[in-house]
């Protein structure tokens, strides 16, 4: 580190989408060892998480991070490409926070040490899982034939969250686990952006597929339930869709 700069307190490495199965996360790992990680797709880890890192390992990575004059590094090193994820790294020292960004290069060649050092050090991590806001609850699962003979799989939960503005996905995790008859999904919460309203607030969470495995049960990741899938009727179809076209336009 030179004189002049100060100490860098934290450092943060994410991974971006790509079309293919490229991981998708973010991982913070403070001088004092503090850790945290957010996986979104193709990883091991959905959701998110906290830990503590070796301090001799940080320490390391932020010397060497020193070394390599990062906080002089351009603003985004990128190629004319498409199809290919985003790299970011960010510092942040008690003056300052800078982000560098890299996508289809290969230069400055210590990005990728640096990120490489990130990953080995958070695979050391005992990580603990935290409870994510808007913890699901009346979580169902059923399964129809529709008129075309398809299996139709629905799910649905209702989600509890302190303000407005929030919203709730339900994704195919990937990969799914060795029991072929339960299926795996992802509750991936999305927060509201700016200022929004302190209301307590419901919002719904479903999912619907048509496919041909039987599924048996359905598993929320990363904090449960496993929902037994339930068989709906034609009867019951049939009523479901006369009670729809009966109710009056609100």
């Not at 290069?105 to 990953?119: N, R």
């Not at 999904?185 to 302190?198: C, E, F, M, W």
Request: aromatic fraction near 8%; charged fraction near 25%.
């Amino acid at each position: 580190m030179y004189d002049n700069e100060p100490p860098i307190v934290s450092v943060t490495l994410q991974r971006g989408a790509c079309h293919g199965a490229c991981p998708v996360y973010e991982v913070s790992l403070a001088a004092g060892g503090a850790a945290t990680w957010h996986g979104e797709r193709f990883v091991d880890r959905i959701g998110d998480y906290r830990g503590r890192a070796d301090r001799n390992d940080v320490g390391k990575l932020i010397r060497f991070l020193e070394r390599t004059g990062f906080l002089g590094w351009e603003p985004e090193y990128v190629a004319d490409v498409s199809d290919l994820p985003n790299y970011l790294l960010t510092v942040v020292t008690g003056e300052q926070r800078r982000t560098v960004r890299q996508y289809g290069v290969d230069e400055p060649a210590d990005f990728w040490v640096i990120a490489t050092l990130v990953d080995r050090i958070a695979e050391t991590v005992d990580w603990t899982a935290v409870a994510p806001a808007g913890q699901g609850r009346e979580w169902t699962a059923t399964r129809r034939q529709d008129a075309g003979g398809a299996s139709v799989l629905s799910v649905h939960g209702t989600c509890l969250f302190p303000t407005l503005g929030y919203s709730v996905e339900l994704r195919r995790h990937e990969p799914q686990g060795i029991n072929p008859f339960d299926l795996l999904l992802d509750r991936i919460v999305h927060p509201p952006t700016g200022l929004v309203p302190q209301v307590v607030t419901e919002v719904e969470a479903a999912y619907h597929d048509v496919t041909e495995v039987e599924y048996r049960t359905v598993t929320i990741r990363p904090d449960g339930p496993s929902v037994r899938v339930g068989n709906l009727r034609e009867d019951q179809v049939a009523t479901d869709a006369s009670a729809s076209r009966a109710a009056p336009d609100r």
